[in-house]
């Protein structure tokens, strides 16, 4: 255990984690260079594409006669939970500031959930060579967040390389090797009997469910029979190993290391994020002295999700493909949260709880990509606590579920408390968008001299869609935010329905703010207006509340020319064409032909508007 060490990098969005851990990989030698690709953690074509951390990715690296165990974590906020799962496995973390861009929202919030873990912190100024860069400057600001001294900060570059050899051996001399917290066992090595904690976990098409693990106590070679505390679940070793990045077999992971252990379980709900593994028929096990009870290993806190969306498969006959997917993609997303749902305009789905847009986003693409499913997503809502007149309290997660006005006594929204980070000359460009949504001024921080925090108290609903493109907009895209959970607060909220010819679509009714229905709805149905395709006959797009029409637009029939044949002779020939056009369409819409099908990306358009 003495020459392991195991620590993860954390960071604000792009502010360079996969290109510097690309430089350590090379470094150290991990992987060839004929091999080696940019952002070569980022597994998935839509993390390249984007540009953005989604996954943590394990990897194992050897320098200087020592194993350095690297988790690289994402940066975007809907992706927090990666982080904190990552940090309960290692003992140290880099902290990664940009020197040009300085400390970001997210970078606070990852180095407060470091904090939390006692974890040693590693502070590096990175991409100094930008010829923005203004590494000074952000030294300054990192001495005055952390306390620390000024030689305890690295200056690097991920993509030159400069300073990573640093980085690698402030890790070495700074982060505290692996301890093991039970009495040693002749059966089980120096660390006990085995306790090794599930910090994420995949389906794999050929090898079944395959845990990745920090093992803390203990040890695990292949063939061991396994036991999971919390599931009971109890199975076979199959195969163990650390990551190369890819699945490197070496038989058996020892007391302090990370790897992984393809367990041969069959369903992916048996192998459970937060789980501990641990040797089966062995929960108790006896020393010289005492029976010492296995205890499994502290979890993690269980995700609350903040945005509510409906998932249902285009095709009703792919619901049992969609089910399939959706169990996978929960193994290696654990703050997922699904249900089953009923659409009398759908069909079967599921009601899926994420941590925000983004992460709606990522995980609607992946179920298109990975699986080939074709979606219909419904417009995402935070759940409200509705208090009936009767006594009756339920929590309403979608616009079906809204009761009617007479029955309700009051509704309560979710707030969250949110951290700007911006440059003082856009203080007021930032405020007047928070108060637009309906934010609570709390109070303002500086952090240098040029630098603010600006904390509210705000809405979740008001920052759901589109309050981060609009940050970025009013900030000319320096401005960074974070938010978390506070509470639920009193709201005057109504359901409002969409119709499109008259017939109302399920998938696009939303809760909104009762003082507020009349611009959103006029908003949706523009943009309806302007991104459905033209039908046969002319569409009527409206939006109601109760009953009442509050907004309308009409969309223009695609007119076939009837009377281009003609060439000359009496006007009411072409009027007799025109008029038998006119009466057919009529009769389309009468006879039930003129119903018309949203195209899924309306609904992301809709959300964007």
């Known amino acids: ?39 070569i953690l980022d597994r998935m074509d839509i993390e390249r594409e984007r540009g953005i951390t989604i996954k943590l990715q394990p990897v194992t690296m050897n320098y200087e006669n020592y194993i350095l165990n690297l988790i690289d974590t994402p940066g975007h906020v809907d992706f927090s939970y ?17 020197a040009a861009q300085g400390i970001q929202a997210q970078t606070l919030a990852n180095l407060y959930l470091a904090i939390e873990q006692d974890l040693t912190i590693i502070p590096v100024v990175n991409k100094i060579d930008l010829a923005a860069a203004e590494p000074e400057k952000v030294k300054n600001e990192i001495i005055k ?19 990573v050899a640093e980085i690698l051996q402030a890790v070495i001399e700074r982060v505290p090797a692996p301890k093991t917290s039970l009495q040693p066992s002749p059966s089980q090595g120096e660390g006990g009997i085995l306790r090794a904690l599930i910090f994420d976990s995949n389906y794999d098409e050929y090898k079944g469910v395959v845990a990745y ?20 679940a109890v199975s076979e070793a199959l195969d163990v190993g650390i990551f190369k990045p ?18 041969g379980f069959k369903e992916v709900g048996e192998c459970r994020v937060g789980d501990t593994v641990t040797i089966a028929n062995n929960r108790e096990f006896k020393t010289n002295q005492s029976r010492i009870e296995i ?23 792919e619901f049992q493909e969609l089910r399939d997917a959706m169990k996978k993609l929960k193994l290696n997303d654990s703050a997922l949260i699904y249900e089953n749902e009923h659409s009398h ?24 990509r990975e699986y080939n499913l074709d979606l219909i997503v419904t417009v995402p809502s935070v759940a409200y606590k509705v208090y009936k007149n009767n006594g009756e309290q339920v929590v309403v997660r979608t616009p079906q579920q809204f009761p009617d006005r007479e029955l309700i006594e009051k509704t309560e929204e979710p707030w969250v408390s949110l951290d700007v980070i911006t440059p003082k000359d856009y203080v007021g460009a930032v405020m007047a968008l928070a108060q637009d949504k309906r934010g609570a001024y709390k109070n303002t921080e500086y952090i240098n001299e040029s630098r603010v925090i600006l904390h509210y108290e705000i809405p979740m609903s008001s920052i759901l869609t589109d309050f981060y493109d609009k940050i970025k907009s009013v900030s000319s895209g320096y401005a960074s935010i974070n938010y978390e959970f506070l509470g639920y607060r009193e709201v005057k909220v109504v359901k409002m329905d969409i119709l499109v010819a008259e017939e109302p679509i399920e998938s696009l009714a939303m809760i909104v703010y009762e003082d507020d229905a009349f611009k959103q709805g006029k908003e949706i149905v523009h943009t309806l207006k302007e991104n459905l395709p033209k039908q046969m006959f002319v569409l009527k797009l409206q939006a109601a509340v109760g009953g009442k029409i509050i907004a309308g637009e009409r969309l223009s029939a695609m007119r076939k020319d009837v009377t281009a044949k003609l060439y000359g002779g009496d006007v009411s020939r072409k009027r007799k064409l025109l008029d038998k056009q006119k009466k057919g369409k009529k009769k389309m819409m009468a006879s039930g032909k003129g119903s ?7 609904f992301i358009k809709i959300l964007k508007r």
């Not at 990666?82 to 940009?98: H, T």
């Not at 290993?297 to 998932?311: C, D, N, S, T």
Request: one cysteine or more.
């Open 596 to 602: 018309v099908e949203i195209p899924s990306d309306i």
């Open 82 to 98: 990666e982080v904190s799962r990552s940090l309960a496995a290692v003992e140290g973390a880099v902290l990664l500031v940009d």
């Open 145 to 163: 967040l952390l306390g620390c001294s000024e030689n305890e900060i690295i200056y690097a570059s991920g993509k030159t390389g400069k300073g």
């Open 345 to 368: 305009a759908l069909g079967f789905g599921f009601r899926c709880g994420f941590l925000g847009i983004l992460h709606l986003e990522i995980f609607q693409e992946r179920l298109r």
């Open 246 to 263: 890819d699945y490197q077999a070496t038989g058996e992971l020892k007391t302090g290391e990370i790897g992984y252990i393809i367990t």
């Open 213 to 232: 693990v920090r093992v803390f106590d203990g040890g695990i070679k292949k063939g061991d029979k396994i036991k999971l505390l919390a599931a009971k």
């Open 1 to 39: 255990m003495k020459n392991i060490r195991n620590f993860c990098i954390i960071a604000h969005i792009d502010h360079g984690k996969s290109t510097l851990a690309d430089r350590m990989l090379e470094i150290t030698g991990t992987i060839e260079k004929r091999k080696m690709k940019e952002q």
């Open 295 to 317: 205890k499994p290993l502290q979890g993690y806190k269980e995700v609350k999700p903040m945005v509510f969306a409906g998932i249902f498969p285009r095709e009703g006959n």
